[in-house]
């Protein structure tokens, strides 16, 4: 029994990890005022890459490297249209969306066959087969741990630190900011390039961790989600976390109670995750002034020092 | 900052739908010159990939246009939405002067039979439809012949006794599929059990792998699928239990622990369409093929399947394409008792093509709205 809650647990974790990673980074874009609605595409883009450089170098870490670095490249196209040319950030950012599927299925052409060696998960001889304890805390994927170790210096960051406080001051008011001397456009930039590796981190943990193939749409849906949960998260990274691992224990739970032969319709089951995130939404929204208080006041505003 | 969240989750809902519109590919295979060519097309439902559903039909019309050399071109469309774009897709192929156009996918039949209508003189087929014109015919295969030879390979090879079955959407097709398995397995196994996980999707590989993970930590050691990725069969391949792929041979994406795979072939039938289209003698048919007519095949073995296991499969299909024996013969019963066919008797495909119970060995009900 402690041994299937252990089990439980792992797959939540490694269900959720994608969703933590890229929410996290989506969060700090959005604390900085700037909206970026390309993380599906980002994160496509990054498992695209990652999978094609560990193929060629057999190497899977230089392949998350690599699917970091690609998803930011890619949100810094994003940052140019809408940081120095002023453009729509909502057009820009579904644009940047649209063009990371057709781009990551076109580039990966060549690698749907491609079969590679992915990131094993944890094996700490004496600590990872440990009854129940073991298989909790020390047999995951690495990049569960990056994940949470992620979230906490995003919350570090944002909360603690001097350059947080700066980052959430642009995206509270960019004029203020700008007026006291902060370069605006260049900490946005800082910011929307963090969000796209981090997309780019959960598209590559995706393709050479959690199911080592590319094939086009892989991430399904999975940076929509992310976007979402970073508004039930009401902006603050522990919630991204929460809402992410409940997202992924109401999937997995539904797996369940479908193998033990529940009488539950599937398609009631499957409903069930959205309609959980959906509720909390409602919720948080009901509380009008939660979100005011939490969410960036220029959010989504585009700004020029010299506008 | 209500109204934002409320503007970009619309923006975001329409973008997805717009995404998968957009990727739509076009493709054109090989052209050989030679005095007027006989121009077929092909519709898919999703990129070819390397294995699944799609890629297994591309193989078909590849060896079709080698089988006729020189004598037909092909031309195919892949990643076509089921819908608005597919009617247009096949209109457009239709109108570049294809003689004969397959689609590949169920939700191409009402597409498939209004273009049909507006080029008289274009034959078409749409595989596993049920709906035919004077020139639409339909096609499909007896995957369920395949599916009871997976199960006594997987009844034969588990050791706890269950089998895991990741399953896309509740319709005929698949549950047969899950029905045929269930008696292949209990054929040889009578304890055997078979757990089920719909994942109401054809193609997620991360819902896949969840479902996977999910069935093995309830004690299956012997997965199948009848999903599109490679996913489940890594899975399997990662927590080292077994699984037997499905639509193509999957081996090297579970190399230690794939079993074997259930295959669909339509390179034989592609051809034979074809000539009869060229020599004009094609007729809008009914064809339901199976181990007979070479539709469905068993992939290689995995190393780990005993020869007796192996012989005992490969028996089994030669019963099975000779007409002596029928997966669903009678009795047939289902997972809460009841009789669903009398002792004696084989299944007839119009009963067979409107499944909609488990059979006893199933765990579970099955999700069916009525």
Redesign the interface.
């Known amino acids: 029994m402690m041994e299937?809650v252990a089990?439980?647990v792992a797959?939540t974790l490694?269900?959720g990890t994608?969703l933590v990673l890229a929410g996290a980074g989506e969060l700090v874009t959005e604390r900085s005022g700037v909206?970026n609605?390309g993380v599906?595409g980002m994160m496509l883009v990054g498992a695209v890459v990652a999978f094609m450089v560990a193929a060629t170098t057999k190497a899977p870490w230089l392949g998350i490297g690599a699917g970091m670095l690609a998803g930011a490249a890619l949100s810094l196209v994003f940052g140019v249209l809408t940081l120095s040319l002023m453009a729509n950030q909502?057009a820009a950012g579904?644009a940047l969306?649209?063009f990371g599927?057709?781009l990551s299925?076109f580039v990966g052409l060549g690698y749907?066959?491609v079969?590679i060696e992915g990131v094993q998960p944890l094996a700490i001889s004496g600590l990872s087969d440990l009854p129940f304890l073991g298989k909790l805390l020390f047999a995951h994927s690495p990049l569960v741990y990056v994940s949470l170790a992620l979230v906490a210096a995003v919350q570090w960051f944002l909360f603690r630190t001097r350059a947080g406080l700066i980052v959430r001051a642009v995206g509270e008011s960019p004029e203020a900011a700008h007026a006291i001397g902060y370069p605006v456009i260049a900490i946005r930039y800082a910011a929307v390039a963090f969000g796209g590796a981090c997309a780019g981190l959960a598209g590559a943990y995706?393709a050479v961790a959690?199911?080592?193939?590319w094939?086009?749409?892989?991430?399904?849906?999975?940076g929509?989600i992310a976007?979402?949960l970073v508004?039930f998260a009401t902006w603050k990274p522990w919630r991204v976390l929460a809402g992410a691992y409940l997202f992924g224990a109401v999937?997995?739970a539904q797996?369940?109670a479908?193998?033990?032969?529940?009488?539950?319709?599937?398609?009631l089951l499957?409903m069930l995750p959205y309609l959980a995130t959906i509720l909390v939404?409602t919720l948080i929204?009901r509380d009008?002034a939660t979100?005011?208080l939490n969410?960036p006041a220029a959010?989504?505003k585009p700004y020029h020092p010299d506008a | 900052m209500p109204q934002i969240f409320n503007r970009w989750t619309y923006r975001a809902s329409s973008a997805i739908a717009v995404a998968f519109a957009v990727s739509t590919v076009l493709g054109t295979g090989s052209a050989l010159a030679a005095d007027e060519p006989f121009k077929v097309g092909f519709v898919y439902v999703s990129p070819i990939s390397d294995a699944g559903w799609t890629f297994q039909h591309d193989s078909g019309r590849k060896e079709m246009e080698k089988a006729l050399g020189g004598k037909v071109v092909t031309k195919f469309v892949e990643s076509v939405p089921e819908g608005a774009d597919a009617e247009r897709v096949i209109r457009e192929l239709a109108q570049s002067g294809n003689k004969l156009i397959f689609t590949t996918s169920f939700g191409y039949m009402n597409p498939t039979l209004k273009v049909a209508k507006q080029f008289p003189k274009t034959d078409f087929e749409h595989a596993t439809g049920y709906k035919t014109d004077v020139n639409v015919g339909i096609y499909n295969a007896r995957f369920y012949e395949g599916r009871y030879l997976a199960g006594i390979v997987a009844g034969k090879m588990t050791k706890s006794n269950v089998a895991g079955y990741v399953a896309a959407f509740p319709i005929p097709e698949v549950v047969m599929g899950i029905n045929a398995f269930t008696r292949g397995m209990r054929s040889v196994n009578p304890k055997a059990e078979v757990k089920v996980v719909w994942v109401n999707s054809w193609y997620d590989p991360g819902r896949e792998r969840e479902a996977a993970d999910t069935l093995i930590s309830q004690g299956a050691d012997v997965l199948t699928h009848h999903t599109d990725s490679t996913a489940v069969v890594q899975a399997a391949e990662a927590k080292k239990v077994y699984s037997i792929a499905y639509h193509s041979d999957m081996s090297k994406y579970g190399p230690n622990t794939e079993l074997t795979a259930v295959t669909h072939q339509w390179g034989a039938y592609y051809t034979k369409a074809v000539q009869d289209a060229m020599a004009g003698k094609w007729k809008p048919g009914t064809v339901w093929g199976g181990i007979k007519e070479g539709m469905i095949k068993m992939g290689p073995f995995n190393k780990v399947v005993p020869n007796d296991v192996q012989d005992l499969v490969n028996k089994t299909a030669s019963d099975i394409g000779a007409g002596k024996f029928h997966p669903f013969t009678g009795p047939v019963k289902d997972n809460e008792g009841k009789e669903r066919l009398a002792a004696g008797k084989p299944m007839t495909d119009d009963v067979l093509s409107k499944m909609d119970y488990y059979v006893e060995g199933v765990q579970g009900k099955l999700p069916v709205s009525k």
Not at chain 1, 258 to 267: N, T
């Open positions: 299937h089990t439980l797959l490694a269900a994608p909206l609605l599906e909502v579904l969306s649209l599927v057709g299925a749907v066959s079969v995706l959690y199911t080592p193939l094939t086009e749409g892989m991430t399904a849906g999975r929509w976007l979402a508004v999937t997995l797996f369940q479908q193998a033990l032969g529940v009488a539950v319709p599937s398609q499957s939404l929204s009008a979100i005011r969410a959010l989504g």
